[in-house]
């Protein structure tokens, strides 16, 4: 949504995948600046983008629409203004092909200012361990450590998605925290400590703006989990 600051550098990260087999689909969220004329120069240019225009809906109808969307087996993440490191496909791959039993699979990241300067990484935070992490043992741990996986990072098997529902259009904010902990209870994720995916904090963000209902969604979270209620 509104993304024309950010928008051309993060198609430009996707472009520059090592791994090339990947299609790209983007949703703009009913924006109202340059977003939609910046996307169509790609797709003139013969890119390989599924484009789709819908109202102003929030960010998990966008990720319900992007999956419905999506061809392929396997979906990764990315924002619009966060950017994918060039070898973050080939990395996917390679845990995918050599970790059958898991079905999201996420990385560490760099945390990066408006201007791209690097700030922290993501696992500096808490760090997870790279390997596979069991169902319901990883749900219990991001209950107690908070969202460790970084959005950003994250490639998930489709299926998998769908069989739980996909993403809760209830939330504003705490949308992907849900999907992992509803995720996590039934299959098992896979951690990578290598750095694929760079998260982009500046004053515009949606975390900023919408801190109060971030906190009350924190709270609904921990009412379902921990009191059992729904």
């Keep these: 949504y509104n993304s024309e600051n950010y928008i051309k550098e993060t198609i430009d990260s996707v472009i520059n995948q090592s791994f090339k087999e990947w299609e790209l689909v983007i949703i703009n969220d009913g924006s109202t600046d340059k977003t939609e004329e910046i996307i169509k120069g790609y797709i003139d240019q013969g890119i390989n983008i599924n484009y789709c225009y819908q109202q102003n809906k929030g960010f998990a109808s966008g990720r319900n629409k992007a999956f419905e969307l999506a061809n392929g087996k396997w979906i990764g993440i990315i924002d619009h203004d966060d950017l994918c490191l060039p070898n973050r496909f080939e990395e996917h791959y390679k845990d995918i092909s050599k970790n059958h039993d898991a ?22 935070i808490y760090n997870p361990k790279a390997g596979i992490l069991k169902k319901k043992a990883s749900m219990n741990k991001l209950l107690a ?16 998605a769908l069989s739980i529902g996909m993403f809760n259009e209830k939330y504003k904010y705490i949308v992907d925290y849900d999907f992992f902990l509803r995720l996590s209870d039934r299959y098992n994720i896979y951690c990578n ?38």
Excluded at 116 to 121: A, F, H, Y
Excluded at 147 to 159: A, F, G, L
Excluded at 195 to 220: C, D, F, N
């Design 103 to 124: 079905d999201l699979f996420f990385s560490d990241a760099y945390h990066i200012d408006e201007n791209g300067s690097e700030l922290k990484k993501h696992f500096d």
């Design 145 to 160: 450590k908070g969202c460790y996986i970084n959005s950003q990072t994250v490639v998930v098997k489709k299926e998998a």
């Design 193 to 230: 400590n290598l750095p694929l995916s760079k998260w982009r904090s500046h004053p515009g963000q949606a975390t900023k703006k919408l801190y109060m209902i971030v906190l009350y969604e924190h709270l609904l979270i921990y009412m379902k989990y921990f009191l059992k209620e729904e």
